[in-house]
């Protein structure tokens, strides 16, 4: 069965610095990968994906994450936080086991410091 | 413009008094589900449908009901709300590539 994980559900990082959230997932068959934000009192909008290809991905608001197989890891980094950017995020998987259902992680909340 | 519509976005009611939240689509999807977020609990799937007329049950189908007559349309049935059902319900379309979600449903039963 697939699974996902999210290392902290509360992450803090001063306003500037590196955002790095973690993400592990389990799955015999190659996944697709997703990042979800939400942010206060809103709906989950789509950060960015990973299905095939190049393994670093770019998504919105200047996050990315990379797939590293080997790892079977999904990490989401921005290089330098902005306060705009506090939200919880989500991150799923998806394959032809779930029957291209997703299959969330429990969240990891976002908090910058000013 | 693409998009998920659910109405209504807010909803108190009373314990036993049936009610619907809508869900529509623009985009063609075949597929649609619906969730409800609780703190600490993260999204959990209530039902999904594959295509119209297939609906099968997701982790917590319990007290709820949903229909799919039409492709564009999955409305979620509360039969006799109860005060456990108080939540925050999104609807999603889409499947394989990522899914869309509606703005959400923030549903208090007193």
């Known amino acids: 069965a697939q699974s996902v994980t999210q290392l902290g559900s509360h992450v803090s990082v001063s306003e500037g610095a590196l955002v790095l959230l973690r993400c592990n997932y389990s799955s015999s068959v190659p996944p697709y990968l997703f990042w979800y934000v939400q942010y206060p009192n809103q709906g989950l909008q789509l950060l960015l994906k990973y299905t095939t290809g190049a393994t670093l991905v770019k998504g919105i608001n200047g996050f990315e994450a990379e797939f590293k197989k080997s790892e079977t890891s999904f990490h989401l980094t921005k290089p330098s936080a902005h306060m705009s950017d506090a939200a919880e995020y989500f991150c799923?998987?998806?394959?032809?086991?779930?029957?291209?259902?997703?299959?969330w992680g429990a969240g990891t909340k976002l908090i910058i410091k000013p | 413009e693409a998009q998920v519509t659910q109405n209504p976005r807010y909803l108190i009611t009373v314990t036993g008094k049936k009610l619907t939240v809508t869900c529509s689509q623009n985009m063609n999807h075949e597929y649609m589900s619906w969730y409800r977020q609780d703190p600490g609990l993260g999204l959990r799937q209530i039902y999904y449908?594959?295509?119209?007329?297939?609906?099968d049950k997701g982790d917590v189908p319990e007290g709820y009901k949903v229909s799919r007559k039409e492709k564009r349309n999955f409305p979620l049935i509360l039969e006799s709300p109860s005060p456990n059902q108080t939540s925050l319900y999104f609807c999603?379309?889409?499947?394989?590539?990522?899914?869309?979600f509606g703005s959400g449903t923030r549903l208090t039963v007193v």
């Open positions: 999603a379309s889409g499947r394989n590539y990522g899914y869309t």
């Open positions: 449908s594959m295509n119209v007329e297939v609906t």
């Open positions: 799923a998987v998806s394959s032809l086991d779930s029957n291209y259902q997703l299959i």
